[in-house]
T-cell receptor
Framework: KNEVEQSPQNLTAQEGEFITINCSYS?????LHWLQQHPGGGIVSLFM???GKKKHGRLIATINIQEKHSSLHITASHPRDSAVYIC??????????FGTGTLLAVQP | DAGVIQSPRHEVTEMGQEVTLRCKPI?????LFWYRQTMMRGLELLIY????????DSGMPEDRFSAKMPNASFSTLKIQPSEPRDSAVYFC???????????????FGPGTRLTVL
């Protein structure tokens, strides 16, 4: 079993829909990261959080430390949101453990 | 700031050849990470440095891989000899100094796509 599990692996949505991507982890962490990677592109850090909730534009990330679970929400989704979203957890050693990613396609 | 700079962006080489990937971190960042991304294994940490010193190289696959950071603004990842299974995208990332108990976010370079024939 992977230490970081994401669901779903693939997600197709219509433009404007509310999207949720989930991440569960089994190790102790100091912070959780959400990353975005466009096809053939680089990796961009969206959020780093260790508790509660963070919001940036249409993106919202939440984390529940007790349940070892995080969610990434996208409100009013747009085709430009189409990308792979990767959850990664960091512990005391600063090493990140990555999930396998969620491939999101937002159709116009 | 230009962000993390990696070169080359693409590299095609033949099996057995030496490959050197280069990375320039963001100025002021004292952590530098090398990652490998493949379809089969996703993103994997190979090695990371703090203040130019290698801290954890447990992800380096074997002796054919080596990494150096001679100064705060430059790092290399070398594969010698290269093999087809080394084909992947190699990312370099950097992050600023820790100010508290938690580590900071990492800023990724554009990656080097390596193809070993």
């Amino acid at each position: 079993k992977n230490e970081v599990e994401q669901s779903p692996q693939n997600l197709t949505a219509q433009e404007g829909e509310f999207i949720t991507i989930n991440c569960s982890y089994s190790v102790g962490i100091s912070a959780l990261h959400w990353l975005q990677q466009h096809p053939g592109g680089g990796i961009v850090s969206l959020f780093m959080l260790s508790s509660g909730k963070k919001k940036h534009g249409r993106l919202i990330a939440t984390i529940n430390i007790q349940e070892k679970h995080s969610s990434l929400h996208i409100t009013a989704s747009h085709p430009r949101d189409s990308a792979v979203y990767i959850c990664a957890v960091g512990g005391a050693t600063n090493k990140l453990i990555f999930g396998t990613g969620t491939l999101l396609a937002v159709q116009p | 700031d230009a962000g993390v700079i990696q070169s080359p962006r693409h590299e095609v080489t033949e099996m057995g050849q030496e490959v050197t990937l280069r990375c320039k971190p963001i100025s002021g960042h004292d952590y530098l990470f090398w990652y490998r991304q493949t379809m089969m294994r996703g993103l994997e940490l190979l090695i990371y440095f703090n203040n130019n010193v290698p801290i954890d190289d447990s992800g380096m696959p074997e002796d054919r891989f080596s990494a150096k950071m001679p100064n705060a603004s430059f790092s290399t990842l070398k594969i010698q000899p290269s093999e087809p299974r080394d084909s992947a995208v190699y990312f370099c990332a950097s992050s600023p100094p820790r100010l508290g108990p938690s580590y900071n976010e990492q800023f990724f370079g554009p990656g080097t796509r390596l193809t070993v024939l």
